[in-house]
T-cell receptor, first 109, second 115 residues
Framework: GQNIDQPTEMTATEGAIVQINCTYQ??????LFWYQQHAGEAPTFLSY??LDGLEEKGRFSSFLSRSKGYSYLLLKELQMKDSASYLC??????????WGAGTKLIIKP | SQTIHQWPATLVQPVGSPLSLECTVE??????LYWYRQAAGRGLQLLFY??????ISSEVPQNLSASRPQDRQFILSSKKLLLSDSGFYLC??????????????FGPGTRLTVL
């Protein structure tokens, strides 16, 4: 079967750095996505990785290792507004998105 | 730029009543359209997707149905709601771009409570 694993919840301090991991087992691979979802709101697109390596976008970076079936989202200089759930999703060989359950990130002052 | 609309934003319906949720996309042509449901504290469950007018693929057998009467309109319906239909319903669109990129963008969602 297809599976995406992420930690259920993480806590970090304002101004610090946090890394949210995602491991996957899917039928084929056509890219990995990260989304941010604030409570009660729709997910918003953060990043897309299809090749191995690190993609940086401001305070957020996303890393992919296809051989290990592993990705992480790195958030730097954490702000209170970063408190949200972070969803990892993999596009399989049929171009269908397989979603993880999400990681709830709690930022403390 | 592209925008996606969903309505209503919130809905409270009795068990056994019908349902109609609407989604429209502006600023793009021939998008792929999706309906998801998210139960409280859970991940996204794909319900239906459509690659064109009148073309609907169902991912989960249930009492829901979907229709795409126009290129940028996607409707989710039910004849009789169940308690288990409660959740956050999200519509999304995507357009296949270069190198296979097919990023999905979400509407604001409809929060449905079935009592």
């Amino acid at each position: 079967g297809q599976n995406i694993d992420q930690p259920t919840e993480m806590t970090a301090t304002e101004g610090a750095i946090v890394q949210i991991n995602c491991t996957y087992q899917t039928s084929g691979f056509n890219g990995l996505f990260w989304y941010q979802q604030h409570a009660g709101e729709a997910p918003t697109f953060l990043s897309y990785n299809v090749l191995d390596g690190l993609e940086e976008k401001g305070r957020f970076s996303s890393f992919l290792s296809r051989s290990k079936g592993y990705s992480y989202l790195l958030l730097k200089e954490l702000q209170m507004k970063d408190s949200a759930s972070y969803l990892c999703a993999v596009m399989d060989s049929n171009y269908q998105l397989i979603w993880g359950a999400g990681t709830k990130l709690i930022i403390k002052p | 730029s592209q925008t996606i609309h969903q309505w209503p934003a919130t809905l409270v319906q009795p068990v056994g009543s019908p349902l109609s949720l609407e989604c429209t996309v502006e600023g793009t042509s021939n998008p792929n359209l999706y309906w998801y449901r998210q139960a409280a504290g859970r991940g996204l469950q794909l319900l239906f997707y459509s690659v064109g007018i009148g073309q609907i693929s169902s991912e989960v057998p249930q009492n829901l149905s979907a229709s795409r009467p126009q290129d940028r309109q996607f409707i989710l319906s039910s004849k009789k709601l169940l308690l288990s239909d409660s959740g956050f319903y999200l519509c999304a669109w995507s357009v296949l771009a270069g190198e296979g990129t097919d990023t999905q963008y979400f509407g604001p969602g409809t929060r449905l409570t079935v009592l």
